[in-house]
């Protein structure tokens, strides 16, 4: 199978097997950098001692990526999946992907409306923008932690996902990261996220409850606009998160409860963003979790590890 990815000055070369070709510049030199194998309609390209998934031409429902493409005596690791690999591909339904791969590149699996599983594995550190985009069919996604950064748009229009664990890794939620995914109805916002980006959760309907750690120091506009089944909104942080104008719609604002630190109400009350809450509380007027050791509303590692420092210091 032949992929015509040359660039302008240069021209195919050469085929392999049938399945491989390399691209060779108008000084006539070969470009190893071009080769590119297809394996079962998923094409890699080899470039500078590594592999990327460029492609994918299959019908089948199920994709399993290789994790490292054998040439010529050589073994090339498959690194990334790079931008547009699976976009609109509707007959896929379920990927593999192997722990050689450290980043799911922009648009990858835009428009693969019919995938329902994916596996991340711990080695991926970013998922670029648009990696996931109207996907659907996906219910449930956890990502790694390992990974870094989630792109703009990154689940954008998931609308059949309904839980996401964001893992601890993670320090930004970005632009529209999973705006309009509708049938969302909870996420877990760990203690290592700073900001929450415009419009992050935008559309989410269904989600209820959400709590935000004190970690977070800035939210963008409309993070939460149109989340019309959220009832409350519990947050540790005893300053304000910087919030520009609104962070929600009105009926959020009249509907919705916000829980704050004891002491701080004023300061949200005020609070450019927040002042627009009709109901504001303490968050001790909510059942607080015993297991919640530093009291920033998750459960999570950071409480085991403040257990074993008191331990150590005791």
Not at 26 to 47: F, G, S
Not at 269 to 289: L, R, S
Not at 291 to 297: E, F, L, P, R, S
């Amino acid at each position: 199978m032949m992929h015509h990815r040359c660039e302008k000055n240069e021209e195919i070369f050469g085929g392999f097997d049938n399945y491989c070709y390399f691209c060779r510049a108008n000084n006539n030199k070969l470009n190893i950098a071009k080769m590119e194998i297809c394996i079962d309609n998923v094409c890699y390209t080899v470039e500078e001692g590594h592999a990327f998934v460029s492609s994918y031409d299959g019908v089948n429902g199920v994709v399993k990526i290789a994790s490292s493409i054998p040439y010529e005596g050589k073994v090339y690791p498959v690194t990334s999946i790079r931008e547009g690999a699976f976009r609109d591909c509707e007959g896929l339904t379920s990927i593999e992907i192997p722990n050689s791969v450290t980043s799911i590149g922009s648009w990858a699996f835009y428009g693969c409306s019919r995938l329902t599983s994916v596996t991340i594995p711990n080695s991926v550190t970013s998922i670029e923008k648009l990696a996931f985009y109207g996907c659907t069919g996906l219910t449930s996604v956890s990502i790694p932690n390992s990974v870094t950064s989630i792109g703009v748009w990154a689940f954008y229009g998931c609308t059949g996902l309904t839980s996401v664990t964001i893992p601890n890794s993670v320090t930004s939620i970005e632009i529209s990261a999973f705006s309009y995914c509708s049938g969302l109805t909870s996420v877990i916002i760990p203690n290592s996220v700073t900001s929450i980006g415009v419009c992050a959760f935008r559309g989410c309907k269904s989600l209820t409850s959400v709590t935000i750690p004190n970690s977070v120091t800035s939210i963008g506009d409309g993070a939460f606009e149109g989340c019309t089944g959220l009832k409350n909104l519990t947050i540790h942080n005893n300053r304000p998160p910087v919030a520009d104008s609104y962070i929600t719609s009105q009926k959020v604002y009249d509907n919705c409860v916000l829980y704050v630190p004891e002491g701080s109400e004023n300061a949200y009350y005020v609070a450019d963003g927040w002042k627009y809450f009709k109901n504001i509380q303490t968050i001790g007027a909510v059942e607080k979790v015993p297991q919640d050791v530093n009291g920033d509303g998750i459960v999570d590692t950071q409480d085991v590890l403040e257990i074993y420092k008191y331990m150590q210091e005791h």
